[in-house]
T-cell receptor, first 116, second 112 residues
């Protein structure tokens, strides 16, 4: 069965510092990969996705992620964090193209706190 | 495009009562998903509709849970004989293409 591991439950960074959130997945084939952000009282918002091709993908709000097949990882990065980035971040996987619901399997999330 | 809306936003109920949640997807989105999120966990898939047809159900969806999407528009999720373990955030998402999922703000259920 597929699974997603986000090893860091909570990360605190200073505003302006760089950020890397880790994500590892277990899947029978290379899945489609996603990062979502959830702010209090808000729905999940898609930051970026990887389907194929260039392993470095750019997303919204200045985020990027790199897919590393050999490490089964899809880490999220941002060069300079803003206070408004404080939220919970979820990595998710979905089955590669084909029939079905395209349901997502999520990790447990990483809560990001930003020190002004 | 007003986004996915969910009502109510919060629901407190006593164990054994029935509850119903509503999700209004983005208009003309034919795919609709329900997920459940418990404290400290990521969302877990519950069920999926394409138009009015319920095409997939997770084993998490016990027989106390039922979901409908009449006419392929809004959807309801009903939980009968609620248990304390049902306390969670129930999320709805909609989309009109594969892997396009726009999430609503969720309904937080507390069972006392």
């Amino acid at each position: 069965a597929q699974s997603v591991t986000q090893p860091d439950i909570h990360i605190t960074v200073s505003e302006g510092a760089s950020l890397e959130l880790r994500c590892n997945y277990s899947y029978g084939a290379t899945p489609y990969l996603f990062w979502y952000v959830q702010s209090p009282g808000q729905g999940l918002q898609l930051l970026l996705k990887y389907f194929s091709g260039d392993t470095l993908v750019q997303g919204i709000k200045g985020f990027e992620a790199e897919f590393k097949r050999s490490q089964s990882s899809f880490n999220l990065r941002k060069p300079s964090v803003h206070w408004s980035d404080a939220a919970e971040y979820f990595c998710a996987v979905g089955p590669p193209s084909g029939a079905g619901s395209y349901q997502l399997t999520f990790g447990k999330g990483t809560k990001l706190s930003v020190i002004p | 495009d007003t986004g996915v809306s969910q009502n109510p936003r919060h629901k407190i109920t006593k164990r054994g009562q029935n509850v119903t949640f509503r999700c209004d997807p983005i208009s003309e989105h034919n795919r609709l998903y329900w997920y459940r999120q418990t404290l400290g966990q990521g969302p877990e898939f519950l069920t999926y509709f394409q138009n009015e047809a319920q095409l997939e159900k997770s084993r998490l969806l016990s027989d106390r849970f039922s979901a409908e999407r009449p006419k392929g528009s809004f959807s309801t999720l009903e939980i009968q004989r609620t248990e304390q373990g049902d306390s969670a955030m129930y999320l709805c998402a909609s989309g009109d293409r594969a892997y396009e999922q726009y999430f609503g703000p969720g309904t937080r259920l507390t069972v006392t």
